[in-house]
């Protein structure tokens, strides 16, 4: 049934496809440490180096925006769907993935933090999946929510550095915001790591009866 929330959640379906043919062909060049970056010349306060990087960037935004928004929608309205909760989740693991794998391209993600991500994504599908054909529904948690949270800053905080670079922060050098801003992606990197891994792990402790059939 093609509701409100379900058509925010194709909306965002259509986000990640912007998302990742913007990225496939657009001028963002492989970086190996942040030096390289910092390196670019500045053009000013809040110019993009990268066309490619800024449209792939508000994509992202809009599209993490939409996750939250069509669940709202969907028990407020009280519009839920089998539809809606095939979909809902997939569009989500869809863009997170998507923009890990890319950052891990790019140079900003470690690869071994991609691998933990996605491993954790299909680990949880493919449990809930098996769950749902004994009529069992394990429910998101509280961490996972924060997860999906923390994953989405970390991947919006990475793309608005490939997007403007050095260019963010030129005015501001002096106080060494950009310092800051690295540390603040790590801080989010390493959180995105800590609550996967939780979370993953809460999740097959529901699971547990369905893992050891």
């Not at 043919?21 to 970056?37: C, K, M, N, R």
């Not at 690869?111 to 299909?122: A, D, H, N």
């Not at 800053?153 to 608005?160: G, S, T």
């Amino acid at each position: 049934m093609l509701n409100l929330p379900n058509s925010i959640t194709l909306v965002r379906i259509l986000l990640v496809l912007v998302f990742t043919i913007v990225l496939a062909i657009g001028d963002i060049t492989p970086i190996h440490g942040e030096s390289s970056i910092d390196s670019l010349p500045t053009q000013g306060y809040f110019i993009p180096i990268s066309i490619a990087g800024c449209i792939a960037l508000w994509a992202f935004v809009v599209g993490a925006i939409s996750d939250f928004l069509d669940g709202y929608l969907a028990r407020k309205l009280n519009l839920v769907t089998n539809f809606g909760k095939l979909i809902d989740p997939l569009a989500d693991k869809i863009l997170v993935c998507s923009a890990f794998v890319y950052l891990t391209y790019v140079g900003m993600c470690p690869f071994w933090v991609t691998i933990v991500i996605l491993f954790r994504e299909f680990l949880v599908t493919g449990l809930r999946q098996v769950a749902a054909t004994q009529n069992f529904v394990i429910a998101a948690d509280w961490c996972g929510k924060w997860k999906t949270g923390i994953q989405l800053a970390y991947c919006i905080a990475c793309l608005v550095y490939l997007a403007y670079g050095p260019n963010l922060f030129e005015p501001l050098h002096s106080l060494s915001v950009g310092t800051i801003a690295a540390y603040f992606r790590e801080t989010l990197m390493w959180g995105s790591v800590i609550l996967t891994l939780w979370s993953g792990m809460n999740y097959c402790i529901q699971g547990r009866h369905f893992l050891l059939k």
